[in-house]
């Protein structure tokens, strides 16, 4: 297949930090790299924070191709920045740019005008689900909304010629809803950057964990993550076995202040950390990863540590059922069930036998899932989707579409 152009429509990119970003920039740089002709849309965020990311996509250079627009800060949740309007913009890409494929990475105002221009313009549009946000409801105590959000989630990527998402559970989600297209796509990790070889007994110094066994997290520091259910299952750990286990927690987010005034002694906040340089050697300097969400469709830190040679403990939800073996590259737990985490956690401490078998088994489980090849798996289902869309839509089917997704939201 001919590279073509693609349009990246997204609500999240770097310099913000989550899982979502991190895979897009990774999907960018990956499509441009098989000749594909990329531009994107995507919030402005605030320049403070680009160094984390500078070298995962490109050193910090301002990205060629990249369109943003005005954004605000979520309120309660600054970390995450809500795009102005982007309607006009999307169009006025789509009608310059002529791209071959539209993709929305996610389900906001920026993925909607994406796909509101790509319809109107008679344009194929595919979209990706990387977030279960009904389940967000529940964290946040509104469960009364879960419904509704799953039934936008739904009337959004029903209207895509198809839908990527990182595992199996959250395919067959989808498909019960009546999403027509459905691929499991994205189960990637970058094996080489993520290693045991990068650990380093220098930053373990710096710590002060020396030899002392540790537990990591990495991710954001929110309700949804189940920060707090690792935190409590830490504390049970060290008033059963005293000062010699550390909990290290890495990321930041909205319930950062609430986590840090409860977390036991012996954890250690380190923010956010240089995804390209620092996580790697951060992770492998580790011991075991502890990780306590139910909302993942994939869980990308999971795979990052499991690259890394560190054992897993983790509730088997979403899309973490599809990598965690428990006794072969983790142990499981219960969800919300902070005695059971604890339990798993002293069982790697106790032994190392185990725990060594773990993390070899963790190390066999990453290097299975090259990222490369869903990259060129990628470059041939957008070939697939370009080549089998329909002839483009009359004009006045054309505006009628826009009309159907404005009211749809």
Same mark, same amino acid.
């Given at each position: 297949?001919?590279?073509?152009?693609?349009?990246?429509?997204?609500?999240?990119?770097?310099?913000?930090?989550?899982?979502?970003?991190?895979?897009?920039?990774?999907?960018?740089?990956?499509?441009?790299?098989?000749?594909?002709?990329?531009?994107?849309?995507?919030?402005?965020?605030?320049?403070?924070?680009?160094?984390?990311?500078?070298?995962?996509?490109?050193?910090?250079?301002?990205?060629?191709?990249?369109?943003?627009?005005?954004?605000?800060?979520?309120?309660?949740?600054?970390?995450?920045?809500?795009?102005?309007?982007?309607?006009?913009?999307?169009?006025?890409?789509?009608?310059?740019?002529?791209?071959?494929?539209?993709?929305?990475?996610?389900?906001?105002?920026?993925?909607?005008?994406?796909?509101?221009?790509?319809?109107?313009?008679?344009?194929?549009?595919?979209?990706?689900?990387?977030?279960?946000?009904?389940?967000?409801?529940?964290?946040? $105590? @509104?469960?009364?909304?879960? *419904?509704?959000?799953? /039934?936008?989630?739904?009337?959004?990527? +029903?209207? !895509? =010629?198809? #839908?990527?998402?990182?595992?199996?559970?959250?395919?067959?989600?989808?498909?019960?809803?009546?999403?027509?297209?459905?691929?499991?796509?994205?189960?990637?990790?970058?094996?080489?950057?993520?290693?045991?070889?990068?650990?380093?007994?220098?930053?373990?110094?710096?710590?002060?964990?020396?030899?002392?066994?540790?537990?990591?997290?990495?991710?954001?520091?929110?309700?949804?993550?189940?920060?707090?259910?690792?935190?409590?299952?830490?504390? $049970? @750990?060290?008033?059963?076995? *005293?000062?010699?286990? /550390?909990?290290?927690?890495?990321?930041? +987010?909205? !319930? =950062?202040? #609430?986590?840090?005034?409860?977390?036991?002694?012996?954890?250690?906040?380190?923010?956010?950390?240089?995804?390209?340089?620092?996580?790697?050697?951060?992770?492998?300097?580790?011991?075991?990863?502890?990780?306590?969400?139910?909302?993942?469709?994939?869980?990308?830190?999971?795979?990052?540590?499991?690259?890394?040679?560190?054992?897993?403990?983790?509730?088997?939800?979403?899309?973490?059922?599809?990598?965690?073996?428990?006794?072969?590259?983790?142990?499981?737990?219960?969800?919300?069930?902070?005695?059971?985490?604890?339990?798993?956690?002293?069982?790697?401490?106790?032994?190392?036998?185990?725990?060594?078998?773990?993390?070899?088994?963790?190390?066999?489980?990453?290097?299975?899932?090259?990222?490369?090849?869903?990259?060129?798996?990628?470059?041939?289902?957008?070939?697939?989707?370009?080549?089998?869309?329909?002839?483009?839509?009359?004009?006045?089917?054309?505006?009628?579409?826009?009309?159907?997704?404005?009211?749809?939201?």
């Amino acid at each position: 297949m001919l590279a073509m152009r693609v349009l990246y429509c997204t609500d999240t990119y770097p310099p913000q930090v989550n899982g979502v970003s991190v895979v897009t920039a990774l999907t960018v740089a990956g499509m441009r790299a098989r000749g594909w002709d990329v531009e994107i849309l995507a919030p402005r965020y605030p320049t403070a924070s680009a160094s984390v990311f500078a070298a995962t996509v490109g050193g910090g250079e301002p990205e060629s191709g990249l369109t943003t627009l005005a954004s605000v800060p979520l309120p309660f949740y600054p970390e995450v920045r809500v795009a102005m309007s982007g309607a006009a913009v999307a169009r006025d890409i789509v009608a310059r740019f002529r791209p071959d494929l539209v993709h929305c990475e996610t389900e906001f105002l920026v993925g909607k005008a994406g796909q509101a221009a790509a319809l109107g313009f008679g344009v194929p549009c595919v979209t990706s689900y990387h977030t279960d946000f009904s389940k967000y409801a529940r964290s946040y $105590r @509104v469960p009364w909304l879960a *419904g509704a959000v799953s /039934r936008s989630l739904i009337r959004f990527h +029903g209207r !895509a =010629a198809r #839908t990527y998402t990182p595992s199996q559970p959250s395919r067959d989600e989808l498909l019960r809803g009546g999403v027509r297209d459905v691929e499991v796509w994205g189960r990637g990790v970058d094996a080489e950057r993520f290693n045991p070889g990068r650990r380093s007994a220098a930053l373990r110094a710096r710590m002060g964990i020396d030899d002392t066994f540790t537990f990591l997290y990495v991710g954001r520091l929110a309700r949804e993550k189940g920060v707090d259910v690792v935190l409590d299952a830490f504390r $049970r @750990v060290r008033e059963a076995l *005293g000062t010699g286990v /550390r909990l290290v927690v890495a990321g930041e +987010g909205p !319930a =950062a202040t #609430t986590l840090r005034a409860a977390a036991p002694r012996g954890t250690v906040f380190l923010g956010n950390l240089h995804h390209a340089s620092e996580l790697p050697v951060l992770y492998a300097s580790a011991d075991a990863f502890v990780f306590a969400s139910v909302t993942e469709t994939l869980g990308l830190v999971v795979l990052e540590a499991m690259a890394s040679g560190l054992a897993v403990v983790a509730t088997p939800a979403g899309g973490v059922v599809d990598h965690l073996r428990p006794g072969e590259n983790g142990l499981a737990f219960p969800a919300h069930d902070a005695e059971a985490c604890a339990h798993a956690m002293m069982q790697l401490v106790s032994d190392r036998a185990l725990l060594h078998r773990l993390r070899a088994g963790a190390r066999r489980t990453a290097e299975a899932l090259n990222w490369e090849a869903e990259l060129d798996r990628l470059h041939d289902s957008y070939g697939e989707v370009v080549t089998g869309y329909l002839q483009p839509v009359p004009q006045a089917s054309r505006s009628a579409a826009i009309g159907v997704v404005a009211n749809t939201s």
